[in-house]
């Protein structure tokens, strides 16, 4: 890292760059990578090996193993998943935004998947620039549209009577959802496919609608309810395990950005960079770093995705709590398989409609918000 701020000081400096400090660069790079893969191995071996302890300590509570069910999808989900034009979105809860969201294609996400092969193939495939659409939300944007703030003072200021609270909780709620509608329309204007179905997926994490340090925070329920508002929609809750600390390219580990400040080592929370000297991204585009709500949204959206269309019902084996190599994509999906540029011919889409039955009911009741 130091190698590299001075490199580009100079370069800043002189508007050149300086050969001996470039040569110190890319040495100094290249011993990193190399302490990386070796690193990375270290790492997928603890990883199996946890995977195994986290079997063992589930059957030792007599609890169940999460991964170990099918997960179960709906006929008419299924053939949406097979339509290109849908959109599917993930959303990430966080703490300071409420929610993080990006909007992207099945075509991409299919795309994705046969990235995950290809690298497990050892293969280099080139991952083109993310086209992905984002959308945010906080809580103050939602407190300004719904004036909360304006009416707690009001509330706090004067003793108002029972009936005149009433009636502006009531006014509160209306205001509430006329924003989210409003808001759930335009992003959807965003990707220029108001009239495709659009699939969310969002992380199941709980905390939502309670106070983290000094945040203000909302509930995401409502919003998720409009989301699935339009009866073409539909809105998912997935395990969002370990979204947040994979690249969204390689399915590697990230790491949080770095840099050095006044001689300290100092990290940047909003950021993560991978360090695969493999990554697809960095091959591709030399980007290292990325937004790191945007990651996990991203990965949110694959972790469904992908569960959604594989054989068994498990998302890619990145974010499987337990460790497998393998991943297949459903015979209803095995059209869209493709490795690099020959697609993998196979009988299409007259199997799809054969074989509704075949898929499995996924969305357990619990997790599907309804309208
Ligand atoms: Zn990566």
């Known amino acids: 890292m130091r190698a590299g701020k001075t490199s580009r000081e100079f370069e800043s400096l002189h508007g050149k760059r300086d050969a001996g400090l470039y040569q110190d660069l890319r040495r100094a790079r290249h011993a990193f990578n190399q302490v990386y893969m070796e690193m990375s191995q270290i790492a997928e071996e603890i990883k199996q090996n946890q995977s195994q302890m986290y079997v063992l300590n589930k059957k030792v509570h007599g609890q169940l193993v999460p991964d170990s069910h099918a997960p179960v999808a709906a006929d008419n989900l ?62 103050n944007t939602v407190n300004t549209a719904v004036i909360s703030n304006q009416d707690r003072k009001k509330r706090e200021k004067s003793g108002m009577q029972k009936k005149q609270l009433q009636r502006m909780a009531v006014k509160r709620r209306i205001r509430e959802k006329r924003f989210y509608q409003r808001k759930v329309a335009q992003d959807k204007a965003k990707t220029r496919h108001e009239n495709a179905s659009f699939i969310t997926f969002t992380g199941n994490w709980s905390g939502s609608g309670k106070y983290v340090k000094g945040h203000s925070r909302r509930s995401t329920r409502p919003y998720y309810t409009q989301l699935a508002a339009c009866e073409k929609d539909f809105v998912l809750s997935v395990d969002e395990y370990k979204s947040t600390i994979t690249c969204s390219s390689c399915f590697q580990r990230t790491t949080k950005q770095t840099q050095i400040r006044d001689g300290k080592v100092k990290s940047i929370p909003g950021a993560v960079v991978c360090f695969n000297p493999r990554c697809q991204r960095r091959i591709s585009t030399n980007a290292t770093t990325s937004n790191r709500n945007r990651n996990g949204a991203t990965n949110i959206a694959m972790i469904g995705f992908s569960s959604l269309v594989s054989e068994k019902g498990l998302p890619l084996p990145a974010f499987r709590r337990i460790q497998s190599n393998k991943y297949a994509l459903s015979a209803l999906f095995l059209s869209h398989q493709a490795h690099g540029e020959d697609r993998i011919p196979t009988k299409g889409a007259l199997v799809l409609l054969g074989d509704l039955e075949f898929c499995v009911l996924w969305i357990r009741s619990k997790n599907v918000i309804h309208n």
């Open 78 to 139: 299924m053939l949406l998943l097979a339509n290109e034009s849908t959109i599917v979105q993930g959303v990430d809860p966080g703490i300071v935004t409420t929610a993080t969201g990006v909007a992207t294609t099945v075509g991409s996400l299919f795309a994705a998947i046969n990235r995950f092969e290809a690298i497990s193939d050892d293969k280099i495939v080139p991952h083109p620039m993310d086209a992905h659409i984002e959308f945010g939300l906080t809580a």
